[in-house]
Nanobody
């Protein structure tokens, strides 16, 4: 079992920045690939970014490339999502998720992830 707790959400103006953090506890953090997903009202949950278990490789959804950066600190059991140049369409609940397995290349499928946090609200005002 892995417990995930997100923080850092809030209200920001378009063009601004937020930094989301996810603290993990439980099993060995470095045995998991980590991902961020989001869900806007009335929409399905979608992939945002993911990082391999060692932190060497990352994947991003096209709509955040160049604006968001995912990183992890295996010594501190944390994964972060730095979000810059935020747009109103980035408004959503953002979820941290853990995918069991030591992989260099993280997966992007929502059903590949075994554990989920409760989510943190990000609201971007235009």
């Amino acid at each position: 079992q892995v417990q995930l707790v997100e923080s850092g959400g809030g209200l920001v103006q378009a063009g601004g920045s937020l930094r989301l953090s996810c603290a993990a506890s439980g099993r060995t953090f470095s045995n998991y690939c980590m991902g961020w997903f989001r869900q806007a009202p009335g929409k399905e949950r979608e992939f945002v970014a993911a990082i391999g278990s060692s932190g060497g490789r990352t994947s991003y959804a096209d709509f955040v490339k160049g604006r968001f950066t995912i990183s992890r600190d295996n010594a501190k059991n944390t994964v972060t999502l730095q979000m810059n140049s935020l747009k109103s369409e980035d408004t959503a609940v953002y979820y941290c998720a853990a995918d069991w397995g030591r992989r260099s290349d993280p997966r992007m499928g929502i059903y590949e992830y075994d554990y989920w946090g409760q989510g943190t609200q990000v609201t971007v005002s235009s």
